[in-house]
């Protein structure tokens, strides 16, 4: 009788060493979400900003989701992150991101798409939470999340206009933006970096195409010419920063 009580503790004991020492030989990274427009600090319904078509405007709201955020080691593979992440500027809980059980390595870019890819947008799929089910798409539009949602009110002729820059999936096209950033991040067993991933809003509003709020009043989530002008300006919309 003791002698198996004796093995099935040299087991646990066993299992529970090399459970640590997995855990010992990996780090954390930590990804921190900035956001700014051309080097001015973003923030609600407070400071003015001015884009390059000279819209002098404010901002109520910016929300968005990224996905299939992966960095990529020194070997070129990439090595995953997490699948979502829903992102609200002024909700701080959204901001920073830590994922735990990753193998040290000096990495050498960051990868993600802004939105959702096509095969990934279907409406119900991504998890059940408030955040999420915001973001919905109308289904009668082609159905999935929003990519982004970027508010607010700008001086037009001496008044006050709003303008509601809203990105997404418009009748199953896909506009998401796939983006593969160069960086240097160097993990070691235990440590816990942090990825300064920064968001230019005022990028969204040129290169290659001018935005101009004036041009695009009201809601454009049924208009293809400025869902791809959009897309097309994102890929200079954020950078990235490792250590």
Not at 55 to 69: A, D, F
Not at 145 to 170: I, K, Q
Request: with cysteine; hydrophobic share 35%; proline share 5%.
């Amino acid at each position: 009788m003791l002698r198996p009580v004796l093995n099935l503790c040299f087991l646990f004991l066993a299992f529970t060493l090399i459970s640590c020492d997995s855990e010992d030989q990996t780090g954390k990274v930590t990804i921190q979400f900035i956001h700014q427009a051309d080097g001015k600090t973003l923030d609600l319904n407070t400071s003015s900003f001015t884009n390059d078509a000279g819209n002098v405007y404010k901002v109520s709201l910016l929300e968005y989701i990224t996905s299939n955020m992966a960095l990529v080691g020194s070997d070129g593979k990439s090595v995953d992150l997490t699948e979502y992440h829903y992102v609200q500027l002024g909700n701080t809980g959204t901001l920073s991101l830590t994922i735990k059980g990753i193998k040290p390595d000096h990495f050498q870019g960051f990868k993600m798409v802004m939105g959702i890819p096509k095969t990934q947008n279907i409406t119900g799929k991504l998890p059940n939470q408030q955040a999420y089910n915001n973001m919905e798409w109308p289904v009668a539009m082609g159905g999935g999340y929003h990519y982004m949602r970027f508010e607010g009110s700008y001086v037009n002729a001496g008044s006050s206009s709003t303008f509601a820059v809203h990105t997404g999936p418009n009748s199953g096209t896909d506009y998401s933006v796939s983006l593969s950033l160069p960086m240097h991040l160097h993990l070691t067993a235990g440590a816990n970096p942090t990825v300064k991933l920064t968001m230019n809003v005022n990028e969204w509003l040129k290169n290659p195409t001018r935005y101009d709020f004036r041009d695009y009043p009201g809601n454009i989530m049924g208009n293809p010419t400025a869902q791809e002008i959009l897309k097309n300006n994102g890929k200079d919309v954020f950078s990235v920063q490792g250590n």
